[in-house]
């Protein structure tokens, strides 16, 4: 099964930047989408931000002007680099993937792999 791992988050003051990467690994046959999401406290998981194969892009309202999602195909990697953050984006940040996969020598295709989050706090 294709594991999705994040880093970059932490706390940063109002105003400031992170920059979150997600790296996936396993038996991939083909990456397709792959994005992020993001659960605050007591509230249902939203899209952040997503990006096709081919690169476009979608995202959240509040996103648009303030985050950039980026992917790097040949590190089966996603970014999503943050800038002007306020309290409001603080929440626990998940990257998704949509990959086709290997089980021994058979593909399955359309699988969905959520990597176990990373914390981002905006505060000071």
């Known amino acids: 099964q294709v594991q999705l791992v994040e880093s970059g988050g932490g706390l940063v003051a109002p105003g400031g930047s992170l920059r979150l990467s997600c790296v996936a690994s396993?038996?991939?046959?083909?990456?397709?989408?792959m994005g992020w999401s993001r659960q605050v406290p007591g509230k249902e998981p939203d899209l952040v931000a997503r990006?096709?194969?081919?690169?476009?892009?979608t995202y959240a309202d509040y996103a648009k002007g303030r985050f950039t999602i980026s992917r790097d195909n040949a590190k089966n990697t996603v970014y999503l680099q943050m800038n002007s953050l306020k309290p409001e984006d603080t929440a626990v940040y998940s990257c998704?993937?949509?990959?086709?996969?290997?089980?021994?020598?058979?593909?399955?295709?359309?699988?969905?792999?959520w990597g176990e989050g990373t914390r981002v706090t905006v505060s000071g």
């Open positions: 396993g038996r991939i046959f083909s990456m397709n989408a």
């Open positions: 998704f993937a949509e990959v086709d996969e290997y089980d021994d020598y058979v593909v399955k295709y359309g699988m969905e792999r």
């Open positions: 990006i096709e194969s081919g690169g476009s892009t």
